[in-house]
Structure formats: structure tokens, C-alpha cells
């Protein structure tokens, strides 16, 4: 049972490139989120989907779009790197949106140069 | 802005040693949870406390929640090398979107 994959697990990026983050979960799960962790500032939420067909913006979604392809997949992209995108960033799903419970991914390693 | 808030920020401590982190938070919650980092991979959940909750025990985890004092402690017992982490608060400011909000988190390091 994999859980939460993301796929790549490191990337560097030049400044003004473009990339998409995938991330695929296996347990059903209705919701899903994208966080980004940078150091002394713990986790903040870029998007979620609270269901397949939903997204909605979180704390930091300036400079990043989203797809729910399904229920199974959901991605992230950079339309233009910026330095400040710099970060390591975490998928997670969760059974259902009063849940909360949130599993999570092991990251991608994100260097924009 | 971080809802919830960590402290200590880092913390030391010898096998066998009880360890306690704290967090503090702003608005109105309907959990509040705690997760657990290990170096380079993802959070792992570790237990859920809800707002009518006041404590809640999961194996050498305690957790204490008082939301008069907008505040919540995590108490590891008998510590051991492996509970060598970061762990994290995290809350729902009272949303029951499915958003999670969390601290800076403590780093906990326990020495054989």
C-alpha cells in the first residue's frame, strides 16, 4: 500500500521555468492538499480540493495553479519559477474534509536558481 | 500567518526522559493535532485531540488541550532515541473545510 507518492522527489529549475509536481494517493481519499515547508516557517497551504472537480486557494497560492485530474491524482504547477518557490513541498490527502486526519507524502525537493 | 505556535523551539533531552512540547493558538479550533517529521520525510499523524476534549492518551503520547488558554501540550514518555524528530501543532481555525494551519514546530533531539 504506497499511500501518497509525488513524483519528482528533487528538481532544480532555472528562473522563468516551468514544472508540475504529481502526486497520486490510493486510499480513496476525497480531499487533497498541497503544502510548502521552508525553514522556521513549518508547513503552509498552497491549494486544496476538498472532492474530485473542487480546488480552492490556501494561505500562498500566488505563482502556482492546480489540477484534480481524479479522485486518485493530484498536481501542482509552476507556470514561472521564481527563487522565492524555492521550498520543499508535501501532497497529502484525507478521507473527507471533517476529518482532518492528513496523510501525507515524502516531498519534492524544489531549487529554483 | 502561523497558527499555531511551538515552544520550545528546539529541545534536548537523554534516553528514558519525559519530554513535553507546547502550542499556542489564536482563533476558535475544532481539533487541534499533532504530527511528528522525521528528517527528510513527510508528517506523520500522531493524535487528535477535539475542542470538548481536555486530554487524550495514544501509547507514551499524552495530549492536553485548553481552549480557555488557547493552548495544547504534547507529552512523550520514557523518551527514546528513535523519537528523534520534529513535531508539529496543527489546527483547523475552526473550519470544517478540510484547511489545517501549522506551527513552526519543536525539534526534539534524545540522546542515546
Known amino acids: 500500500n504506497a499511500g501518497v507518492t509525488q513524483t519528482p522527489k528533487f528538481q532544480v529549475l532555472k528562473t522563468g521555468q516551468s514544472m508540475t509536481l504529481q502526486c497520486a494517493q490510493d486510499?480513496?481519499?476525497?480531499?487533497m492538499y498541497w503544502y510548502r515547508q521552508d525553514p522556521g516557517m513549518g508547513l503552509r497551504l498552497i491549494y486544496y480540493?476538498?472532492?474530485?472537480?473542487?480546488?480552492d486557494k490556501g494561505e500562498v497560492p500566488n505563482g502556482y495553479n492546480v489540477s484534480r485530474l481524479n479522485k486518485r491524482e493530484f498536481s501542482l504547477r509552476l507556470e514561472s519559477a521564481a527563487p522565492s518557490q524555492t521550498s520543499v513541498y508535501f501532497c497529502?490527502?484525507?478521507?473527507?474534509?471533517?476529518?482532518?486526519?492528513?496523510?501525507f507524502g515524502s516531498g519534492t525537493q524544489l531549487s529554483v536558481l | 500567518s502561523q497558527q499555531g505556535e511551538e515552544d520550545p523551539q528546539a529541545l534536548s533531552i537523554q534516553e528514558g526522559e519525559n519530554a513535553t512540547m507546547n502550542c499556542s493558538y489564536k482563533?476558535?479550533?475544532?481539533?487541534l493535532q499533532w504530527y511528528r517529521q522525521n528528517s527528510g520525510r513527510g508528517l506523520v499523524h500522531l493524535i487528535l485531540?477535539?475542542?470538548?476534549?481536555r486530554e487524550k492518551h495514544s501509547g507514551r503520547l499524552r495530549v492536553t488541550l485548553d481552549t480557555s488558554k488557547k493552548s495544547s501540550s504534547l507529552l512523550i514518555t520514557a523518551s527514546r532515541a528513535a523519537d528523534t524528530a520534529s513535531y508539529f501543532c496543527?489546527?483547523?481555525?475552526?473550519?470544517?473545510?478540510?484547511?489545517?494551519?501549522f506551527g513552526r514546530g519543536t525539534q526534539l533531539t534524545v540522546w542515546p
Open positions: 497529502a490527502s484525507s478521507p473527507r474534509t471533517d476529518t482532518q486526519k492528513l496523510f
Open positions: 486510499m480513496n481519499h476525497n480531499s
Open positions: 480540493s476538498a472532492s474530485e472537480g473542487t480546488t
Open positions: 482563533t476558535s479550533i475544532n481539533n
Open positions: 485531540i477535539r475542542s470538548n476534549e
Open positions: 496543527a489546527t483547523d481555525r475552526g473550519s470544517t473545510l478540510g484547511r489545517l494551519y
